[in-house]
């Protein structure tokens, strides 16, 4: 973290809380002790800060309750970049915590299905941006380590519960009218697009710094190489194909363009940043997982469902399955989708999986964002050079943090597998 992320701010205040200590314990009398800390380590969340929030409260009848919550807060604007606060993030995630997942839940409650999406939320009394969170730990939920990626099990468990969410959007599409505007855009807002585009073709230059790395295999490559006899391994035609220099100085308009809303296109409101930190298991005693709730809902954001799925499978799912396996998750997911469209009533044709799969390869851009942006991230070991300065940044610290980014051995041979992949489905071509 920079050295100003530990600071606890000021109006953090236990007195701020005792409502929400009432909601929470009917019986609350007092508070006992208070205590906020940092809830994450350097290199595990990024555009904001997530702290947790001990209590220990005495209650009416002279017991004591402990509580704990989870608070997620801004940066300093000092060190926030400009562009960042027109992603709205705060408001986005409020909205979907009180208003969006409520609703989507009472949906399935009134065709008798039972199905939770997202933790409780409370607000404090004040002017400050936060959301507030019940903390899930206490159910038992946790997090995957993101350097080992989900396996197979827990990737069908992600899988099932975005294709509950997915469907319950487009039911309510269908019943109230398209989002409001704020659930439209998600990052490709115009007012933050020069900070996407940066960090694009940050990424970009790290890419190339490190993808001649990429040696040899080139056995794999004999269709590519046929039709350009120059190029003779690996690197060479990923950089010949992919990632020239004027692929990503244009790939944030290309990015934009590509992605605009389809309205003749089945739709979905996408969680927008579903990898392996924004979703939480619980377990059952005998190891097996018994529910998944996704977390961190800041960057949502209407279109196809193409959108999240590349997201997931790319960024988080294990090396061994992440090719071999994707068309069986695209289909797993896509049963789960037809089941509940079809339990919500949806009145629409239902999508086929080969509409599906068509999505899959005209957004193929897609996949570049957790390839190039948010895989890095996952695969990096802990380091005290993690923060939003170092990723978005220009200081020298920022350039020594990418290095080892993009350097990372672990996230090469990803890029050994996903690029000729993704070159031979067409989905890069622009």
């Known amino acids: 973290m920079s050295r100003h992320s530990n600071v606890i701010p000021k109006w953090i205040k236990v007195e701020l809380f005792e409502e929400i200590f009432r909601q929470t314990q009917p019986k609350y009398q007092s508070t006992k002790n208070f205590k906020v800390y940092h809830a994450l380590a350097p290199g595990e969340n990024y555009a904001t800060v997530m702290l947790k929030v001990e209590a220990e409260v005495m209650l009416k009848d002279g017991s004591i309750?402990?509580?704990?919550?989870?608070?997620?807060?801004?940066?300093?604007?000092?060190?926030?970049?400009?562009?960042?606060?027109?992603?709205?993030?705060?408001?986005?995630?409020?909205?979907?915590?009180?208003?969006?997942?409520?609703?989507?839940?009472?949906?399935?409650?009134?065709?008798?299905?039972?199905?939770?999406?997202?933790?409780?939320?409370?607000?404090?009394?004040?002017?400050?941006?936060?959301?507030?969170?019940?903390?899930?730990?206490?159910?038992?939920?946790?997090?995957?380590?993101?350097?080992?990626?989900?396996?197979?099990?827990?990737?069908?468990?992600?899988?099932?519960?975005?294709?509950?969410?997915?469907?319950?959007?487009?039911?309510?599409v269908e019943q109230k009218g398209i989002f409001d505007m704020k659930y439209q855009r998600g990052m490709l807002n115009e007012g933050g697009k020069e900070l996407l585009r940066t960090m694009l073709d940050d990424s970009g230059r790290y890419l190339l710094k490190n993808i001649t790395k990429l040696e040899g295999h080139e056995e794999y490559y004999d269709e590519v190489v046929k039709s350009n006899n120059l190029l003779k391994n690996i690197y060479q035609i990923i950089i010949f194909l992919v990632f020239q220099q004027t692929f990503f100085s244009k790939f944030t308009d290309i990015f934009f363009e590509n992605a605009r809303v389809d309205p003749k296109e089945f739709n979905v409101l996408n969680h927008g940043d579903y990898w392996s930190n924004n979703i939480m298991f619980q377990y059952a005693p005998d190891g097996s997982i018994k529910a998944t709730l996704p977390v961190d809902f800041q960057i949502t954001r209407y279109g196809s469902p193409a959108q999240d799925?590349?997201?997931?499978?790319?960024?988080?799912?294990?090396?061994?399955?992440?090719?071999?396996?994707?068309?069986?998750?695209?289909?797993?997911?896509?049963?789960?989708?037809?089941?509940?469209?079809?339990?919500?009533?949806?009145?629409?044709?239902?999508?086929?999986?080969?509409?599906?799969?068509?999505t899959l390869i005209k957004y193929g851009l897609w996949a570049m964002v957790p390839i190039a942006v948010t895989l890095p991230i996952v695969l990096c070991e802990p380091s005290e050079k993690a923060s939003l300065d170092s990723l978005v940044g220009l200081t020298d610290n920022s350039q020594e943090f990418k290095n080892l980014l993009y350097s990372?051995?672990?996230?090469?041979?990803?890029?050994?597998?996903?690029?000729?992949w993704l070159l031979y489905r067409g989905a890069l071509e622009y």
């Not at 946790?142 to 969410?165: P, S």
């Not at 989708?337 to 999508?351: G, K, S």
Request: glycine share 2%.
């Open 309 to 358: 799925l590349m997201y997931l499978i790319f960024s988080s799912a294990r090396l061994d399955i992440k090719i071999s396996k994707f068309d069986y998750l695209i289909k797993f997911y896509h049963q789960n989708l037809i089941e509940n469209l079809i339990i919500l009533n949806y009145p629409q044709p239902l999508p086929t999986l080969r509409e599906l799969h068509q």
């Open 65 to 172: 309750d402990d509580l704990s919550y989870m608070l997620k807060i801004s940066h300093s604007w000092e060190h926030l970049p400009e562009h960042f606060k027109h992603f709205n993030v705060f408001d986005v995630e409020n909205g979907v915590y009180k208003e969006i997942a409520p609703e989507f839940e009472r949906m399935y409650a009134k065709v008798g299905r039972k199905v939770c999406f997202t933790a409780k939320s409370y607000t404090l009394a004040t002017q400050e941006e936060h959301v507030l969170l019940e903390d899930l730990g206490r159910y038992g939920f946790k997090n995957v380590k993101r350097q080992d990626c989900l396996d197979l099990e827990h990737l069908k468990n992600a899988l099932e519960k975005l294709a509950q969410w997915h469907a319950a959007s487009a039911v309510m």
């Open 408 to 420: 990372n051995e672990i996230f090469l041979k990803h890029l050994k597998l996903i690029l000729p």
